[in-house]
């Protein structure tokens, strides 16, 4: 396994082999809502006061230990995020350390003046949820009464901030068709993208496969194709649809839209607790828990000597197996995402589950796997 070379504290981020460059803050156990495909399935907690959340204490030792390793940004997702009691301290101090900023909202809570909150960062990106195009579909998928107008309300305050937001939709049966009026609306409502997110079958995901609310595998490959070609042809916003790389188009790779992937080498979760994880799925699978802050040295306990990182990063991608091993993409995909992989089988090689259903049904691209 490689070993991390660390010359100097003083050194920058060159100096690491692998650089830590995001912490991904799970930062509450609860969610004001009840979403029906989370993959984290967090407790219901409308007021913020019932479920953990991180200490802003441990949020900044994190922050201030992530950054000798090469810390360039924090993701601030949830639970719901905007619950946490500390939430406009912890905007305050990544504006101090001048960190870049992904926020993942529901939007219910992001007021005008939140909104200003976080336009006050030198770099964010925010992205809010909208499972539907009425209150009617986004109501029923998010399991709360009058989240649609909240949602839809947070678009426009952090648009009319200058954020001009991703709306990000799960796609499901119960929302399909609204895809296009989606767009609209959220063209409307003053977003710069849109992104449809593929149901993972984790958490309550698992629940909307069991009883066949999700689409089929065949489904997704049409419907992505369906939104990279006729209707990012019509729409003004960037469009994404996020399946697996090797179902992309070539213009996708060639222009760099639409391509993002997991940075699993270079990331590391935090989660309510205070612990140290692969990502949230920590909260699912305890042996994908690496340490706690304050507790173990996030460089020396963590960082560096982690089993499980050392793995990844002496065997991605050569170790993938089945379809993943022979893809050509797996070099860009990783993957796709071994969080997922692993809960799934509990090896951190398995082939992702979208790519081995689609190869199972004959729907996985010739052109692109290579056969060794």
Excluded at 126 to 154: E, M, N, Y
Excluded at 297 to 325: A, F, M
Excluded at 352 to 360: G, K, L, M, N, P
Aim: charged share 20%; aromatic share 8%; proline share 5%.
């Amino acid at each position: 396994m490689p070993d991390i070379q660390i010359k100097d504290k003083q050194d920058n981020a060159g100096a690491i082999e692998f650089p830590l460059s995001q912490l991904y803050f799970y930062l509450t156990k609860g969610c004001n809502l009840a979403c029906r495909h989370c993959w984290l399935a967090p407790k219901f907690d409308p007021h913020g006061d019932k479920q953990p959340v991180l200490p802003l204490e441990l949020f900044k030792q994190a922050i201030e230990e992530a950054m000798p390793l090469g810390l360039s940004g924090v993701k601030l997702t949830g639970g719901e995020p905007l619950l946490h009691p500390d939430f406009l301290d912890m905007l305050n101090f990544l504006k101090q350390k001048r960190l870049k900023l992904t926020l993942e909202t529901n939007g219910l809570l992001c007021s005008p003046e939140i909104a200003a909150e976080i336009s006050g960062l030198d770099e964010s990106f925010v992205s809010v949820s909208l499972d539907g195009a009425d209150a009617a579909t986004h109501d029923k998928i998010r399991g709360a009464k009058g989240a649609f107008q909240k949602s839809t309300a947070a678009v426009r305050n952090l648009s009319d901030c200058g954020l001009k937001p991703q709306v990000i939709m799960s796609v499901m049966h119960g929302n399909v068709g609204q895809l296009e009026a989606v767009i609209e609306l959220a063209e409307e409502l003053g977003a710069a993208s849109v992104k449809f997110n593929v149901i993972q079958p984790t958490g309550r995901g698992e629940n909307v496969y069991s009883t066949c609310s999700g689409l089929t595998i065949e489904n997704l490959i049409l419907l992505g194709r369906k939104v990279e070609t006729k209707m990012a042809a019509k729409s003004k916003l960037r469009l994404y649809f996020d399946y697996p790389a090797a179902f992309r188009s070539l213009g996708q790779f060639v222009s760099g839209d639409g391509c993002g992937v997991c940075s699993i080498l270079s990331i590391l979760g935090v989660l309510p607790t205070g612990e140290y994880a692969l990502c949230g799925i920590g909260s699912h699978v305890p042996e994908l828990i690496f340490g706690r802050i304050a507790q173990d040295n996030l460089l020396e306990d963590v960082w560096k000597n982690n089993t499980v990182l050392n793995e990844l990063r002496s065997g991605l991608p050569k170790q993938l197996t089945g379809i993943c091993h022979t893809c050509l993409m797996k070099n860009h995909c990783l993957g796709s995402c071994i969080a997922q992989n692993y809960y799934r089988t509990r090896s951190l090689w398995t082939p992702f589950w979208f790519c081995e259903q689609a190869e199972a049904q004959g729907l996985f691209p010739p052109s692109r796997r290579t056969f060794l």
